[in-house]
């Protein structure tokens, strides 16, 4: 899913941000789960990547309206 911002989030319809913040939270857990069972010599590459996915799980939820 692309979340756009060119548009003020807080005019599209409810469900479609309630969706995309879903969506970016979903993307979040399956990084962390990433991260836990990285092997030793990947765990700092999958931290990187669990940290950025949960900043735009914030992002989106700030944004959206929907935390």
Do not use: H, T
């Not at 995309?20 to 069972?37: G, I, K, N, Q, T």
């Not at 700092?44 to 940290?51: G, I, L, N, S």
Request: net charge neutral; charged share 30%; proline share 4%.
């Amino acid at each position: 899913m692309f979340i756009s911002f060119n548009v003020d989030p807080k005019l599209m319809p409810f469900e479609m941000r309630r969706r995309a913040w879903m969506f970016a939270r979903e993307e979040a857990r399956d990084a962390y789960r990433a991260w836990l069972e990285a092997p030793e010599g990947e765990r700092a590459a999958a931290y990187a990547v669990y940290r950025a996915a949960e900043q735009r799980e914030a992002a989106a939820a700030q944004a959206f309206g929907v935390s």
